[in-house]
């Protein structure tokens, strides 16, 4: 199995910064993309930013200026560093990871999530 940490989450203030870290462990063989998602109390959870291997982003609009996300192909991590935080972007941050998983067969496909980190931003 593949398994997701997330670290980083935490109560700031309006403006101010966090850095989520997110380390995967198992028998990976590989891990094609990753991402956050987040999820407010009573709201569906949504994307936040992805990744792909090669280095490719995309971003939800509400994020786009504020946060960055980037990777560490070799250590098997995502960060998300988020700026100019706002109190509507409280919510639990959710790590996901999607590539391929040794097995005596050969690769097969994973999708994983964290269990999630509490970003609380007070007004």
């Known amino acids: 199995q593949v398994q997701l940490v997330e670290s980083g989450g935490g109560l700031v203030q309006p403006g101010g910064s966090l850095r989520l870290s997110c380390a995967a462990s198992?028998?990976?063989?590989?891990?094609?993309?990753m991402g956050w998602y987040r999820q407010a109390p009573g709201k569906q959870r949504e994307l936040v930013a992805t990744?792909?291997?090669?280095?490719?982003?995309n971003y939800a609009d509400s994020v786009k200026g504020r946060f960055t996300i980037s990777r560490n192909n070799a250590k098997n991590t995502v960060n998300l560093q988020m700026n100019s935080l706002k109190p509507e972007d409280t919510a639990v941050y959710f790590c996901?990871?999607?590539?391929?998983?040794?097995?005596?067969?050969?690769?097969?496909?994973?999708?994983?999530w964290g269990q999630g980190t509490q970003v609380t931003v007070s007004s």
């Open positions: 996901n990871a999607d590539g391929l998983l040794y097995t005596n067969l050969g690769g097969h496909p994973f999708r994983s």
């Open positions: 990744i792909a291997s090669g280095g490719s982003t």
């Open positions: 198992g028998s990976i063989f590989s891990i094609n993309a």
